[in-house]
């Protein structure tokens, strides 16, 4: 059982400490355990139920009505507003519920879950509002310890396997523009953010070389000898990685001197760290859709 604390519960949820302090203290909701030495914590029950508490707050339910109910009838009332022409908050039932199934290793609900949401904010759409929250919330990028690791591998596992079946989908199609080298370097292994990148490419007629997480450098140079490559994408994450940014640029303009290159990072310093090189940051993913539009 994965036991939070009220600071990385706050994080999860999106309810402050206070606000969660209060809703214990007057309708003993969501109320923490507590260890032997009287520390509190959430459990996985817990952090559901919040979620799903959240959804009903948006659509215009009481804290005081939802606190009288159990976990079965807030699943009702969340089911019941999905079905509904009334839904306020796309996006914040599609996060729940994917985080439901990854506390609970549930492959099916996932399924589910991603195809509807697919099906009604369309790919792109599903991916900055449902996705990325969703990494952002239970720390799959940023490697905290705000859900246990196996939860987090199976996530982003099966969001992998759905990301690649859908470039999957458009690799048939003749590639008309530039060739693209996408890859992660040394010491970094989340890569959805990459794969995603690659589905946009391939759907935007572009030729992608693939090279996926924790790339030796001895490769990009093999690759180099081989094939012309017109943009460069990798992204920079990891401490380990950003530690060693200067060395992977540089390496990148001697192996390809005529590409541009492009980074994805998550840290504001990163700018800095790049001053003294030509490589373009992407801050976001709309400048990259704009790029390859």
């Known amino acids: 059982m994965t036991k939070y604390s009220i600071d990385q519960f706050s994080q999860i949820t999106g309810i402050t400490k206070f606000v969660l302090r209060t809703w214990e203290n007057r309708y003993g909701f969501l109320k923490a355990e507590r260890t032997d030495t009287k520390i509190r914590y959430y459990t996985d029950e817990l952090l559901v139920r919040a979620l799903n508490s959240n959804y009903l707050l948006e659509n215009g ?21 999905k079905n509904s022409d009334d839904d306020n908050s796309v996006e ?3 996060i729940a519920r994917l985080i439901s199934s990854a506390l609970d290793f549930d492959s099916n609900l996932f399924n589910t879950i991603y195809d509807n949401g697919v099906k009604e904010l369309g790919v792109l759409e599903f991916y900055k509002s449902v996705l990325l929250v969703t990494f952002s919330k239970i720390g799959i990028f940023w490697l905290t310890n705000r859900i246990a690791p196996s939860q987090e591998h199976f996530l982003s596992e099966l969001v992998k396997q759905k990301i690649g079946a859908a470039a999957d989908f458009y690799s048939s199609n003749n590639s008309t523009k530039g060739a693209w080298l996408l890859f992660l370097p040394e010491n970094e292994f989340h890569e959805i953010g990459l794969l995603f990148a690659k589905f946009l490419l391939i759907k935007n007629g572009f030729e992608v070389i693939y090279l996926g997480s924790n790339v030796p450098y001895g490769s990009l140079l093999e690759l180099a000898e081989k094939k012309q490559i017109d943009n460069v994408l990798f992204f920079s994450v990891s401490n380990t990685s950003k530690s060693n940014l200067d060395f992977t640029i540089n390496y990148l303009n ?6 541009k290159h492009f980074l994805v990072a998550n840290s504001l310093d990163i700018n800095f760290l790049t001053k003294e090189h030509d490589i373009t940051i992407l801050e976001n993913l709309d400048s990259f859709i704009d790029i390859i539009s």
């Open 92 to 94: 914040s039932y599609y």
């Open 61 to 81: 339910y009481k804290i005081s009505a939802i606190s009288k109910l159990d976990d079965l009838q807030i699943k009702i009332k969340v089911d019941e507003i």
């Open 254 to 259: 001697k192996s390809f001197p005529t590409a």
